[in-house]
C-alpha cells in the first residue's frame, strides 16, 4: 500500500500545484499512468446497464452507438485541443505528463459522479420502461446518449481547469 501513498486518486487541485511547482518527477508519472491504465484503460463502461427484452428497439440502439462514437471522437479532438491551448497560454511546458497525470484524479471524480447518477438513471429507467413500455426504453437510450457526451465534456472542462492550475493560465 506504501506505493500507492503519493498518487493523486481524487485531488486534482493539489496534483495541479504540484504540477505548477515542477515538484513532480517521472517515476510519479508513471505510478499515475499505470493508476489510469489500470482503472479506465478497457475505455469507460457504466457498470450498470439496462437491456429491454423488446426486440425492435435494437436498430436504434445500434444507429445511436454509431452517433455516439462520432460524437465522442469530435468532443475529443476538440477537448484534448482546449486543454493544449490551455496548457499553452500558461507557461507551455510538460503538456503530456500534466495531460497524463491529472486525467487520474478528474477520471475518478467524474466517475464517482457518474456512478450515482447512472443508478438513479437505472431506477428511473425501470420506472419508464414498466409503466409507459416501449415509450420509456426511448427515453432510456435518449438518456443515455446525452449522458455519455456529458461526461466526455465534463472530462475535457476539468482536465482545462486543472491544467490552467498545472501551468499558471488565466482563464
Known sequence: ????????????????NELKQDTFSQYRAIKHLIA??????????????IDFSESNISAAQFIIKIVLFIIAGVISYYGAWLVYQVNEKGDGK????????????????????FLWIGLIFVLVAKA?????????????????????PAFMIMYFLRLRKYMAIASGAHV
Open 1 to 16: 500500500m506504501n506505493s500507492l501513498k503519493d498518487i493523486y486518486f481524487y485531488n486534482a487541485t493539489g496534483l495541479a
Open 36 to 49: 489510469s491504465l489500470v482503472l479506465f484503460g478497457i475505455g469507460f463502461e457504466i457498470p450498470l446497464s
Open 94 to 113: 510538460d503538456f503530456f505528463l500534466r495531460f497524463t497525470v491529472l486525467s487520474l484524479p478528474v477520471g475518478i471524480q467524474l466517475t464517482v459522479v
Open 128 to 148: 419508464l420502461t414498466s409503466t409507459i413500455g416501449i415509450y420509456g426504453m426511448y427515453i432510456t437510450l435518449v438518456g443515455v446518449s446525452i449522458a455519455v
